[in-house]
Structures are given as C-alpha cells and as structure tokens.
C-alpha cells in the first residue's frame, strides 16, 4: 500500500480516521503518515509505528516537505473562520502543494452544497472543490452532514431551560456521528475509485428541530418547547443572551440554512462505502441523554 496522509491528525475527526484506517480498514501503520502543526500531539500514533510529520497550511516549507512521497492526501479542512479568506487560502496552499508533488489523488472533506448554501463559511468549500478540479490531479471529495456532536453545544442549554429559540422553521438537518464520518472517510482513501469521486455523508434520515426536541424531551424527560423566531429576533435575542458578535452572523446563517432545506439531504453514501448503516439519530440522543440532560 502507498502512503496515506491525513492532515489534522491530532483533530476529533482526524484522529477517528487513522483510527479506522488502522482498525477497520487494516492498513499497515508504516503506510499511514499523520500530520499536523504540532507533531508532539501524535505522539500516541508514533509509538504505534504511524509517522508523524509537521504540517502547516501557512507554512510553504512544511508542506512541501510534508507531501513528499506520498500517493494519497487527506486534506482535513481547517477551523480557520475569524478571519475572512484565511481558510481557502490555506486550503489553496496545501493543493498547490499536492500538485508539486505530484500526489496521486487529493481527498477533501466538504459540506453539504456548497455552491448553494447559506451557511457563511460555504464559499470556503466551494472555491476549494474548485481548485481541487482544476489542480488536474484525480481527487474525491467527502461532504460531511452536521456531526450529531454539534448538538452538545447547545441542546443541554434548551434542555435546561425549557425553551428552543430557533427560525429554523420545519427545515431538517441529516446528522451523522463524526466517528461515521471518520469510519466513510477512511473507507474512501483506500477505496479504488477508476475517476474522481464525490460522496457526501449523511444519516438515514433529516430531523427537524421540533422532531429533535420531541426525542430529546422523551429521552430526558424534560418538556421543550419550540420558540418560532424569525431571523432578526432570534439575532437580537442571541446578542441579549451574550453570544459573542461575531457569532452571531454564522449562526443565523445555520438557521437560514436549515430553514431552505440545505442540510436536509439523505445518501447512501455512507452505505455504499463501508457497508453499514450509519448511527441511528435515535439512538445518539437516548445513549447520551444523561449528558444532555447535564447530569
């Protein structure tokens, strides 16, 4: 097998593909290379035998000793979101990177839609698909749904207190758990695909914000009731709740978003690559209604 190497290693999502790629997929530690700005963090994957190098989107030099000699790279996209560009000019670097050496196939992960989403940080991963088309390298790119995570953000706060303040209307979002995320990726970079590839990850089905306080407050066993807002209040509200300003923004374009039906997708993606069915959104809220409910 030729190496692999994913960027971001010693990230949540990162981290659970070389663990399946380890664990699920079989492939030899010596063919894996983790990489990340601190390569002190992968110390636990160096002692299993996975090399471990020093990546950084800003820095050219690390880059290009970093992609050399490797045959597949999983480009992780970065958390990069404070400042306006940053991220697709980072994403940029690593696949001009990629082109000088000469990688057989570039692996992304994406969104759901990004040429036709309101979620603010949406241009990012439209303009880096588009730079991966034009690198003229063979690429697949990975679309990951909102991860059932994300949820433990804000769900225990309504939970608390009773109330979902939302202008997400009946729009849906098909949450999929980050580790299926991770277990579709890591069956994608060793699959063999004869052309480029596009797969986007999501869970057998799209649950509404009412549908998700309905299963939350039976699995708790704490009433929620949905608060229907529409965009300029809900904003108001959040800034009166002290969400921090520059927050503001990305979250009402998540409710946007949701609202128009942009998360709502359903594949078979996840299926077709591993096999399996993905988590079920039923069973995430109820194996973790004790941290839901803060307990």
């Known amino acids: 097998m030729s190496k692999i190497l994913i960027t971001g290693a010693s990230g949540q999502l990162?981290?659970?593909?070389?663990?399946?790629?380890?664990?699920?997929?079989?492939?030899a530690a010596g063919d894996i290379v983790a990489g990340s700005r601190d390569p002190s963090k992968l110390s636990d994957l160096a002692e299993l035998g996975v090399e471990t190098r020093a990546i950084d989107f800003d820095q050219s030099e690390t880059l290009d000793a970093g992609f050399a000699?490797?045959?597949?790279?999983?480009?992780?996209?970065?958390?990069?979101?404070?400042?306006?560009?940053?991220?697709?000019?980072?994403h940029k670097a690593?696949?001009?990177?990629?082109?000088?050496?000469?990688?057989?196939?570039?692996?992304?992960?994406?969104?759901?839609?990004?040429?036709?989403?309101?979620?603010?940080f949406a241009p990012d991963h439209a303009g880096s698909e588009q730079a991966i088309r034009e690198s003229g390298l063979a690429y697949t790119i990975l679309r990951d749904s909102w991860y059932m995570e994300n949820l433990f953000m804000t769900l225990p706060q309504?939970?608390?207190?009773?109330?979902?303040?939302?202008?997400?209307?009946?729009?849906?979002?098909a949450y999929i758990a980050r580790e299926d995320c991770a277990r579709g990726i890591a069956a994608a970079l060793v699959k063999q695909d004869d052309n480029n590839a596009l797969y986007?990850?999501?869970?057998?089905?799209?649950?509404?914000?009412?549908?998700?306080?309905?299963?939350?407050s039976a699995a708790t066993g704490k009433p929620i009731d949905i608060i229907a807002l529409d965009d300029e209040a809900l904003a108001k509200g959040l800034t009166q709740a002290g969400v921090p300003e520059g927050l503001i923004p990305f979250l009402i374009s998540v409710e946007k978003a949701t609202r128009a039906g942009h998360l709502a997708d359903v594949t078979s993606d996840f299926e077709h690559l591993t096999g399996r069915q993905p988590v079920a959104f039923e069973d995430f809220i109820n194996n973790n209604a004790t941290a839901l409910r803060g307990a």
């Open 14 to 27: 990162g981290s659970l593909v070389i663990k399946h790629l380890l664990e699920t997929e079989n492939i």
């Open 69 to 90: 000699d490797i045959d597949r790279l999983l480009i992780i996209s970065t958390d990069v979101l404070d400042v306006p560009g940053k991220r697709l000019a980072q």
């Open 94 to 120: 690593a696949i001009s990177a990629a082109i000088a050496a000469n990688v057989s196939r570039i692996f992304y992960t994406s969104m759901p839609r990004p040429d036709d989403s309101a979620i603010s």
């Open 158 to 173: 309504t939970i608390a207190s009773g109330q979902w303040f939302t202008s997400a209307a009946e729009g849906a979002t």
């Open 200 to 216: 986007t990850l999501t869970g057998s089905k799209a649950f509404s914000n009412p549908e998700i306080a309905s299963l939350a």
